[in-house]
């Protein structure tokens, strides 16, 4: 059992940034990937960033050079900077934590934090 607490969303104007912070605990071994997932009202959950345990990331197209991953092993802490944040980046944001033979960032499953939503405005 994996346990995921996130941290850090809120609302601010376009432009501006925000920090993403999941707190990973239990048995967090393995050849895991952890990432960041989000969903609008009326939307699919969609992958946004995923790094795996030797620090590769991956993003989606749409937050290409704004957002970036990164982990901290020693605290079993995820983080997602989010930069030039737009209102389509309105969503609840999830932590995601799994082992996968898969693309880390297309597997849509796993351990999931409660989620944390963001809100940009125009």
């Known amino acids: 059992q994996v346990q995921l607490v996130e941290s850090g969303g809120g609302s601010v104007q376009a432009g501006q940034s925000l920090r993403l912070s999941c707190t990973a605990s239990?048995?967090?071994?393995?050849?895991?990937?952890m990432g960041w997932f989000r969903q609008a009202p009326g939307k699919q959950r969609e992958g946004v960033a995923a790094i795996d345990r030797d620090g590769n990331t991956s993003y989606a197209d749409s937050v290409k050079g704004r957002f970036t991953i990164s982990k901290d092993n020693a605290e079993r802490s995820l983080y997602l900077r989010m930069d030039n944040l737009k209102p389509e980046d309105t969503a609840m944001y999830y932590c995601?934590?799994?082992?996968?033979?898969?693309?880390?960032?297309?597997?849509?499953?796993?351990?999931w934090g409660q989620g944390i939503q963001v809100t940009v405005s125009s």
């Open positions: 995601r934590w799994v082992i996968t033979d898969i693309p880390c960032l297309e597997a849509d499953f796993g351990y």
């Open positions: 239990g048995s967090t071994y393995g050849d895991y990937c």
